[in-house]
């Protein structure tokens, strides 16, 4: 008994650990790929190696969850951070119309961190990984002042069906899957409460890969910075959207949970980032807004319209970065 | 005059530039991947999409490169660390058997990075993409304390071809590239004179791609963190290999060179890392070290043979990280 507790002691952070007990720790934890995932390779060589179907290509994307900046430890749960980390991806993934095949993680943590911390942080982002199938395939470990999960995700898509931003046209109609402004909600109402950020979003997988099977189906990006610096994106400088913004689909009861904790519910529907849903043109022949909601399995709402000419420039204030 | 002056001293660091400037920046910088490269969408949507050829799979590599842990701006150029970063990752590729179909980079940074350092950064990197053909096709920026270059490399190998770690059997033969230890005297060189360190290491893609070739080739691991530690990789737990000390290859005045700076010349050679030459097995039947050595095109030794049994646990001390 007094062994066991001996041993607890010593193994608190990870400069205790060291580093190729972590990556062990880390592969433990993934466990093996699950069988026909495309993974010929996992962790523990120079490379990983997976498989594409014939006809596919290739989408990668890479996206870094920073201490300080997109989590605290004060305030998010360190699973919390691990899914939603891997979550931001899986939705780049998902806004092309890709299946996911697997992703790599380059941690960079402080010595000093807790292995719970990390564990934690390595067990959220694992399960988000086995509930949308795009296990861990490799990466690396690092020492850093700040905690950083550097992830870049692997998947495949039909050749020449992939989504894409800039590729809508006047005309086109504008429509968003879920609410808006859940996400930013949910931090908001936490930091009130002084209690930890636990909400995490669901990458729209499905209804990408389904969206991309549609020809109708013109440009798409997922809303991970906010409506309004999102649709920009999507459209690019020489389109903009006359939206209704009545129309911006909100959770039942968001007015009302807003107005209770003082928040401006039309800035969190605009400007909110992290709620991951799919927005996306459609060619104004393409199938009914119902129909393609019933096609998705999911909420859909028609929101606005793309015209020819530049945005004005006012935006309600999505993330920026530096 | 008085304007353009104005405006020079009005960018001088990322808080000025902003996010979508900096992306714009690095985009512009690295111009449009060369035709035939395998780049569908490069660049500037939510993923890039890379095709392979018929009957190849996918290798993935994730590699950090952090500040005052891989590098220091004070001992460091930025160009250098900008080039370095990539190599590290190229060099997994090679070791995989791999050719490069293009890298993602998630580069996190202060505020208050000066643009010219971001800049040369870049350079440095896209200098190493253009000389091997691995075009940046994407990747994010962050703000954070300290610089983190986190960069994902994806290539290509022939199904069934790719060269792994823990394939070598008791009898092989083990061969090494190049020379060892001139990456870690040309950084103690460079500290001692206070001066920065300019030294890059060439990634050996076509000796990687041409070993994947070769059926006598059991296995291949690059040296980044040294030559002890990543012979223990290669092998695994159950495999060691008797190596003659004599005859790991130096470049030529290099224990001269050490004994001046009072360094340990068989220390740098077995313990030196980011020498990026290749580590591999060969099956004994294998070509004749000399007519290998041909065909790669490279200096090539055969140090040792491959034995039964765990190492002994001595190692001349390798970089471990935490």
Redesign the interface.
């Given at each position: 008994m007094r062994r066991s507790r001996r041993r607890v002691r010593a193994v608190r952070c990870?400069?205790d650990?060291?580093?190729?007990e972590?990556i062990a720790r880390i592969a433990r934890a993934a466990g093996r790929p699950p069988p026909r995932s495309g993974v010929?390779?996992g962790i523990?060589?120079?490379?990983?190696?997976?498989?594409?179907r014939?006809g596919e290509?290739?989408?990668?994307?890479?996206?870094?969850y920073?201490e300080?900046?997109?989590f605290r430890w004060r305030s998010d749960s360190p699973r919390s951070v691990g899914r939603r980390a891997l979550v931001a991806n899986l939705s780049?993934?998902a806004?092309?119309g890709?299946r996911p095949?697997?992703f790599?993680?380059?941690l960079?943590a402080p010595?000093a961190l807790p292995v719970r911390r990390a564990d934690a942080l390595v067990a959220g982002m694992l399960h988000e990984a086995r509930a949308h199938g795009c296990p861990l395939?490799?990466?690396?470990?690092?020492?850093?002042?700040?905690t950083?999960l550097?992830i870049?995700?692997?998947?495949c898509?039909v050749?020449g069906r992939?989504l894409?931003?800039?590729t809508a046209r006047p005309g086109d109609r504008l429509l968003v899957t879920g609410t808006l402004g859940g996400a930013a909600l949910e931090r908001a109402r936490a930091e009130r409460a002084g209690g930890r950020v636990r909400h995490v979003a669901t990458p729209r997988l499905s209804a990408g890969a389904c969206l991309a099977r549609i020809p109708a189906v013109s440009a798409?990006?997922?809303i991970s910075d906010g409506f309004d610096a999102d649709l920009r994106q999507l459209l690019g400088e020489q389109l903009h959207a006359v939206v209704d913004e009545r129309r911006l689909p909100q959770a039942a009861g968001f007015e009302r949970a807003c107005a209770r904790l003082g928040l401006d519910a039309r800035r969190l529907v605009r400007a909110g980032g992290e709620d991951y849903e799919l927005l996306f043109t459609l060619r104004p022949s393409g199938p009914r807004t119902a129909l393609l909601a019933r096609r998705l399995g999911l909420r859909l709402t028609e929101v606005g319209r793309v015209v020819r000419g530049a945005p004005t420039g006012r935006t309600a204030g999505g993330w920026?970065?530096?």
């Open positions: 990870l400069r650990l060291g580093e190729f972590l010929i390779l523990g060589d120079d490379a990983a190696l997976l498989r594409p014939a290509d290739v989408a990668i994307s890479a996206d870094t920073v300080n900046v997109h780049d993934l806004a092309m890709a095949l697997g790599t993680l380059a960079a010595a395939v490799g990466g690396n470990v690092t020492r850093a002042r700040e950083h550097a870049t995700a692997i998947g898509v050749r992939a894409r931003r800039g798409c990006i997922d920026r970065h530096f």
